[in-house]
């Protein structure tokens, strides 16, 4: 299924159904990041490199999943 599938899926019903997916693609891109972030300073990667792959500031990274 296209991106294109999914809009047109998502246009023909109750747009309910779509906020409650665009919620549950948050929720789980975070834990994604989340996990990849714990991932990546396990192997000794650079909050510079972090926030460079996130396409942030390091400094946000840092401040968003630094402890």
Not at 25 to 45: F, G, I, K, M, N
């Amino acid at each position: 299924m296209t991106e294109a599938d999914i809009a047109t899926l998502l246009a023909a019903h109750d747009p309910a159904v779509g906020l409650r997916a665009v919620g549950a693609l948050h929720r789980l891109a975070e834990q994604v990041e989340a996990a990849s972030v714990t991932r990546a300073r396990e192997q000794r990667w650079s909050w510079e490199q972090i926030g460079d792959a996130l396409g942030v500031s390091r400094q946000s990274a840092h401040a968003k999943h630094g402890k």
